[in-house]
């Protein structure tokens, strides 16, 4: 702790060491702290003056950075990497099958075959649907985790889950977590950033990013691929960068002497230095965010200027150099609004995930092949999934509509310490449940975690008489078998 | 145990609870010295390394073990003595450091090395002798449990009964007027401090302005205050504080901040709370009219039980409506449990410092709150309907129509008619329904089992309905259609708990906290550890609307004999006028908490509270005549070297404006502020930015008069999921649970807001424009009154100087417009550390 001014939060050190430490070794931690300047007067350390001060994690690290697409609305696992060979010939036909959607608890249910084919693809031979023919060139960089479940199979609730571990809302979300755990490298840009739909946000908005009851510096910053890249980012008069210097500099002298006798007060040294790391960040989002001076051949690869997919592949492009830039968290989503804006196919699978995949198909592949001969992708993890699948059987009497599943249903990760070329776990011959290797979210959460340089049920900050963790009071373990 | 004694302590280890048993029978022994030594040298530095970190040498005291001080290994842990005196080699630790205690083997990483068990051996063989300057010795009672409930637990400070302190006498010096200054001088002289000096009246009266009403002084109040050689100058001001309407916003939002509130349900449609601002404006009318904290109390958690005229105490009851609600469930009964939770753990926290909440799915950890207790205390809450019990946010659980009685007698007969009426039809349409979901496929028939109802009704009714079955529904359709169109009475409501459940379902301690494993049922009661008898719930008289228990929990902890209650309040109101309770952990008074710093003065103004009826004004004086209040911010080297984090209160912490109060006192600044009170909530214009990030970009906000953007912050609507951009900025308090302290950031996306977004450049604008109005033509006055008025006191030559030569840098080099140059120099006023931040 600074020997000056107001703690962190209005806490005490004692509660500090344990927001930070309290789930593990305190002693082990403050030597650590120590190490890392933690407690030396004025050093990097979570405080009032920088929240976001750079740290390290527990251990040495496998990924740096983590880029989460996030297919919002759920998507269909039977139709795009659970090959279910038996499930084709069942189509239209009712069977018994216990499933829990949107449509209640039911025994039985009218089959929807799946409406895409599977090819081979790379040395692992990894079955993709044809809804992801550029994808499919990537499997052997890919691990598949086909038996993830979840909570709840409502929107409001799974997303929640997905986002914060949890199906109650106020949980800090994963990108906070990894913000409050690292700091941030670059304090020229956000630590953690979130892209959205051009249709709209997620449903419950800002709750998906939301630092929950950590203090507001380790919420997610929504920036834009296009345009101004953030909010108030950009004078809304429009202001000359010779007007604004002028402006900073003289600001700077009064606010000096104003702090001349109150030299005790870190906050004010800190507020004068938060306008120089504004003034630096207005330089760089807008440089960050300059796609314009990529190469057309990568442009290309990410599908820029091709209607279908120049939004995604933006964002992906964005993820990319976000990465370059040292930015820890980057959530990318697919699908916005409500309904058929998303991957929530009700009623017709075939026009909705036709629609969503095409759109993404090329600008993940674009991703992944670009990290890689980067020599990134060994550093950076990547995530893909939404908050639940879908059913195998249809919601109602007509239709290709899927109801949610949150039984069963497909995530892959790729990079960043994951095994390339494999499955992990499965689901029944239907695609209805989890059968092999069952996970839970929080297991997807603790191998984030884990492959960051954390262990999942040590990070923790203490709220509300509680050591708050991500992964929950039950605790969860990384998935071991996937870890390269 | 004095640690500057080379000396030890051997004794028959007992673990036994002090107090309950006779000290120990000890043999002070002399070791020699070679012994210690082999201890310093080849023992201390292997403990520090291996055992220290889990076990006294940091905050840990795994299994209530102390490896750090002699007393601690003879008196051992949860597992029984350390040492084995009379036969060492029995001794448990050499047990679990050679990992033949099999369910104890330590350290739990990595065994220790052969050389090092077996020195370790030869220390205990030894009689262990320490290091009396190593050691590091805990608190007496630290290894005996807090969870319990006996004598010693509930003689914890929160939970023993108060006794109103005596007022020290500080020596060398007359006794302080005021007796809050007794007791931090008190404790300064302790560690020879002495308190800061005065505030200059200049501070002093900003800094009461901002505690009291969240808003500045004038300059000329400013004046008056130093002309005023009077005794009581400074009462004056506090009394005149008090009695404006604006007291009430800047308090209210205090206590806004502690009950969760919000105007919306959170989850996938984020639906809004109907007529939530009455419950906001029933808190600010509450604290204007100085409510009683015990009145207040019972208000909101049983108003609807009192019996009273007045519409104030069912507005109240909104308290337990300010919550999440998920409208769509994966678990309703889990959810349910939710709603219940919720009422608990805000109930707990905010009018006990109690977190029972932590008692939800099993004994508390920390505190002695049995799992029992935890739900015991829910079945107060148990005769609370959900929300709704449909998708709809307005229901006959959360709605109460409050129109005055003389209106209300007119129609009542007539809607209670009309709604019979419709609720018939309801029935029969349903009935019809039915029968025609038999006939369709089993997929609809369970989507309309579920959650699609609706969704089938709509698309495939017409379909199966035979003519009769159509004809039949069109009638009461058409006749309903008729019923909800007649025009209807002018009605008020209320959000509120209304047609509770007068005789509710029996509670029962869950398993794990899962509601679909019930173990033994509980009757209502009160924490065990407060030693309240169980209450007898009167039976519900004929007619009632609820189940009578909330009234029961409400007295009960609106009582003065309640030891947390009151405690709770003094301590809040200690914490929004320095910045920090006396006890930090404001929602959480139990063990894991803070402990308070200055115990005899909250205890103390605890009873000035309930003495003074409850008055919280009387208590807002009372502490800021004090001296302590009135200090200066600025550092002494003598207080930042002894107590850095003015634990002690040598000095008044400076603080930086809340959320709010930086958004009014722009407005205020710039002469636009609006202080219309109460009513509806407005809308800010949400940058499309913002927007963009909702589901819904086009139906998430909308959009009020200009004059109507310019009210206070308190007035502004506050959505769950798309949060003010300004307050959120500024560290708002999160809404998803009880927020006892904010945040105090300082990020750049802070000055990105107030650089860049169109607020505040309008804002500088809206201030230049004034400026030039009061001051046409001189710019020199023009800048002088724009710092001094931010600021709160006159302008130095110096600045003035400063902001002349940049409009001139501006105009000269930049080319500026003179008012463009003055508007740029307004947006610095705005941004300067000064405008933000309080002596």
Redesign the interface.
């Known amino acids: 702790m600074t020997?000056?001014g107001?703690?962190f939060?209005?806490?005490?050190?004692?509660?500090f060491?344990?927001t930070l430490g309290?789930g593990f070794?305190?002693?082990?931690l403050?030597a650590m702290l120590e190490e890392s300047g933690f407690f030396n007067a004025h050093a990097a350390e979570p405080s009032?003056?920088?929240?976001?001060s750079p740290r390290q994690p527990h251990r040495a690290a496998r990924a740096k950075n983590v880029i989460f697409l996030f297919m919002y609305g759920g998507p269909s696992h039977v139709d795009t990497f659970d090959h279910k060979p038996n499930l084709y010939p069942l189509d239209g036909k009712?069977i018994a099958v216990k499933t829990f959607g949107?449509?209640?608890?039911?025994n039985?249910?009218?089959i929807v075959g799946p409406k895409w084919q599977f090819k081979p693809y790379g040395q692992s031979g990894k079955l993709v649907s044809d809804l992801f023919p550029h994808l499919g060139t990537c499997a052997d960089d890919i691990t598949f985790i086909h038996s993830m479940t979840a909570?709840?199979?409502?929107?409001?609730?799974?997303m929640?889950m997905m986002n914060s571990g949890s199906?109650?809302?106020?949980k800090p979300s994963l990108g906070s977590w990894v913000n409050y755990g690292l700091g941030t490298v670059n304090?020229n840009l956000?630590g953690y950033v979130v892209m959205?739909d051009k249709t709209?946000?997620?449903?419950?908005?800002?709750?998906n990013w939301?630092c929950?009851?950590m203090?507001?510096?380790y919420q997610g910053?929504?920036i834009?691929a296009s345009g101004?890249p953030?909010?108030?980012?950009?004078?809304?008069?429009g202001?000359?960068d010779?007007?604004?210097r002028?402006?900073l500099d003289?600001?700077r002298?009064?606010?000096e002497?104003?702090?001349g006798?109150?030299?005790?007060?870190t906050?004010?040294s800190?507020?004068?230095a938060?306008?120089e790391?504004?003034y630096k960040?207005?330089m760089s989002a807008p440089e960050a965010v300059d796609l314009e001076s990529e190469p057309e051949h990568v442009k290309s690869l990410y599908g820029l200027g091709k209607p279908r997919t120049d939004d995604f592949g933006r964002k992906c492009l964005l993820a990319r150099r976000l990465v370059e830039r040292g930015v820890r968290f980057i959530q990318v989503y697919s699908g916005?609004?409500?309904n058929d804006d998303n991957w929530d196919a009700h009623s017709d699978i075939v026009k909705n995930h036709t629609h969503h995949a095409g759109n993404t198909d090329q600008p993940i592949a674009g991703l992944l092949k670009d990290l890689k001969q980067r020599g990134l992708l060994d550093s950076t993890l990547v995530i893909w999934g939404g908050e639940f699948g879908r059913q195998p059987?249809?919601?109602?009497?007509q239709g290709t509509g899927r109801d949610h599943n949150?039984y069963g249903f497909t995530m892959w990760m790729a990079g960043g310490g994951i095994k390339g070329g494999t499955s992990f776990g499965q689901t029944d011959e239907l695609g209805g449940t989890a059968v092999e290797g069952k996970l839970h979210v929080r297991n997807l959460h603790a191998t984030v975690l884990h492959l960051l340089g954390f262990d999942p049920n040590k990070l923790a900050y203490f709220y509300?008489?509680?050591d708050q963790k991500l992964v929950g009071?039950e605790g969860a373990e990384p998935i071991q078998q996937i870890l390269a | 145990m004095s640690a500057l004694f080379n000396t030890t302590l051997i004794g028959i280890a007992l673990a036994a609870e002090i107090g309950a048993s006779q000290p120990l029978a000890a043999v002070v022994v002399r070791p020699d010295s070679a012994k210690v030594e082999f201890f310093t040298r080849q023992i201390f530095p292997l403990l520090k390394e291996n055992c220290?970190?889990?076990h006294g040498?940091?905050?840990?005291l795994k299994s209530n073990f102390r490896i750090t001080s002699r007393e601690g290994l003879v008196r051992g842990g949860d597992e029984g003595p350390a040492l084995n005196l009379v036969d060492p080699d029995q001794s448990r630790l050499l047990a679990m450091l050679s990992y033949k205690d099999r369910q104890h083997q330590m350290p739990p990483d990595k065994k220790l090395s052969p050389s090092q068990i077996d020195q370790l051996t030869q220390w205990v063989r030894m009689g262990a002798p320490y290091d009396g300057r190593l050691e590091i010795v805990g608190n007496p009672n630290e290894h005996l449990p807090t969870t319990t409930i006996n004598d010693r637990t509930k003689n914890y400070w929160a939970f023993k009964p108060i006794v109103r302190p005596v007022v020290p006498r500080v020596t060398g010096s007359t006794q302080p007027k005021n007796p809050i200054d007794a007791f931090i001088n008190h404790k300064l002289a302790g560690k020879n401090l002495v308190p800061n000096k005065s505030a200059t009246r200049q501070q002093l009266i900003r800094r009461a302005y901002f505690d009291l009403i969240g808003l500045p002084p004038t300059l000329e109040e400013v004046a008056a205050f130093e002309a005023d050689k009077s005794s009581n100058a400074f009462e004056k001001v506090i009394d005149q504080l008090l009695a404006r309407p604006q007291y009430g916003e800047k308090w209210g939002r205090h206590w806004l901040d502690l009950v969760r509130y919000a105007e919306s349900n959170?989850?996938?449609?984020?639906g809004d709370k109907p007529f939530v601002w009455r419950y906001r404006d029933y808190v600010v009318r509450a604290f204007n009219e100085d409510k009683p904290y015990d009145r207040f109390i019972l208000e909101q958690l049983a108003g609807d039980e009192l019996g009273a005229e007045s519409p104030d105490p069912i507005i109240a009851t909104g308290y337990y409506r300010l919550g999440?609600w998920?409208d769509?469930?994966?678990?309703p009964l889990l959810a349910r449990f939710?709603e219940l939770d919720d009422y608990v753990?805000t109930t707990s926290?905010v009018f006990l410092g109690l977190?029972m909440?932590?008692a939800r799915?099993h004994d508390h950890k920390?505190d002695p709150i049995p799992q029992a207790d935890y739900y015991r205390f829910l079945s107060f809450f148990a005769d609370i309907d959900r929300y709704s019990a449909s998708r709809g946010t307005r229901s006959r659980a959360n709605l109460t129509d409050i129109t005055p009685l003389v209106h209300r007698a007119t129609y009542q007969q007539e809607l209670d008619d009309r709604e019979a009426a419709i609720r018939q039809i309801a029935i029969d349409l349903r009935r019809i329904e039915d029968e025609v979901i038999k006939k369709?496929?089993?997929?609809?028939r369970?989507?309309a089992?579920?959650?699609?109802r609706e969704a089938?009704i709509k698309?495939?009714f017409n379909e199966f309905a035979s003519v009769e079955q159509r004809a039949a529904a069109d009638k009461l359709k058409q006749r309903r259609d008729e019923l909800l169109k007649k025009p209807e009475p002018p009605r008020d409501f209320a959000l509120s708990v209304n047609n509770c459940i007068v005789k509710p379902p029996s509670v029962h301690i869950l398993r794990r906290g899962n509601p679909h494993s019930p173990a033994a049922e509980v009757l209502p009661g009160f924490p065990a550890i407060i030693g309240t008898p169980d209450p007898v719930i009167p039976a519900a008289a004929p007619g009632a609307k609820t189940s009578g228990r909330r009234i029961v929990l409400a007295r009960w902890i609106a009582s003065k004999e309640n030891p947390l209650t009151s405690r709770n309040i003094a301590n809040r109101l200690w914490q929004f006028h320095f910045?920090?309770g006396i006890v930090?952990?404001a929602?959480?008074f139990?063990h894991?908490?803070?402990r308070p710093s200055h115990p005899e003065l909250l205890d103390w103004l605890a009873t000035e509270l309930t003495d003074g009826g409850w008055s919280l004004k009387r208590m807002h004086k009372l502490i800021m005549l004090s001296q302590t209040y009135q200090m200066s911010?600025?550092?002494s080297a003598a207080g930042?070297k002894t107590d850095?984090?003015n634990e002690l209160f040598w000095k008044y912490?400076?603080r930086?404006l809340s959320a709010e109060e930086v958004r009014d006192s722009i407005l205020n600044l710039t002469g636009q502020l609006n202080l219309k009170q109460g009513g509806p909530s407005i809308h800010t214009e949400m940058?499309k930015?913002?927007l963009?990030?909702?589901?819904?970009?086009h139906n998430?906000w909308g959009k009020s008069p200009i004059e109507e953007q310019r009210r206070r912050s308190i007035y502004i609507r506050v959505r769950?999921?798309?949060?003010e951009?300004l307050l959120?900025?500024f560290?708002?308090a999160?809404t998803?649970?009880s927020c006892d302290?904010r945040?105090?950031?300082?990020?750049?996306?802070?000055?990105?807001?107030l650089?860049?977004?169109?607020f505040l450049?309008d804002q500088a604008d809206a201030l230049a424009e004034k400026l030039v109005a009061d001051a046409p033509g001189n710019l020199r006055r023009q800048v002088q009154l724009a710092i001094a008025r931010a600021s709160n006191r006159p302008a130095s030559e110096?600045?003035i100087a400063?902001?002349l030569?940049?409009i001139g840098?501006?105009r000269g080099?930049?080319k500026?417009e003179e008012r463009a140059a003055l508007s740029?120099f307004c947006?610095?006023v705005l941004?300067?550390?000064?405008f933000?931040?309080l002596?």
């Not at chain 1, 939060?9 to 509660?15: F, N």
């Open positions: 020997s000056t107001q703690n939060c209005g806490r005490t050190r004692r509660d060491l344990h309290g070794t305190g002693l082990a403050t009032e003056a920088n929240p976001l009712t949107r449509g209640g608890h039911r039985q249910g009218r909570d709840s199979p409502i929107h409001g609730s799974a929640l199906v109650i809302s106020g304090q956000p959205l709209g946000g997620p449903i419950s908005g800002a709750k939301t929950g009851y203090p507001a510096a910053t929504v834009s101004t953030m909010l108030d980012l950009k004078n809304s008069r202001m000359a010779a007007e604004q002028t402006l003289y600001l002298r009064y606010n002497r104003h702090m006798t109150r030299a005790d007060n906050a004010l800190g507020r004068i938060s306008y790391l504004a960040m207005q916005g609004a409500h059987t249809a919601e109602y009497a949150a509300g008489g509680l009071v | 220290f970190k889990c040498g940091g905050e840990k959170g989850y996938e449609r984020d999440l998920d769509e469930p994966a678990d939710d753990a926290q977190t909440n932590c799915c920390i369709m496929p089993a997929e609809d369970d989507a089992a579920a959650n699609d089938v698309r495939r910045g920090r930090r952990s929602n959480n139990g894991i908490g803070d911010s600025s550092a930042i850095p984090n912490d400076m930086r940058p930015e913002v963009a990030t909702s589901s819904q970009p998430a769950r999921s798309l949060p951009p959120k900025v560290d708002f999160d998803d649970s302290v945040f105090v950031t300082t990020v750049p996306t802070q000055s990105l807001t650089l860049n977004s169109k450049n110096d600045e400063d902001g030569r940049m840098d501006l080099r930049l500026l740029r947006l610095l941004n300067l550390n000064e933000i931040y002596d």
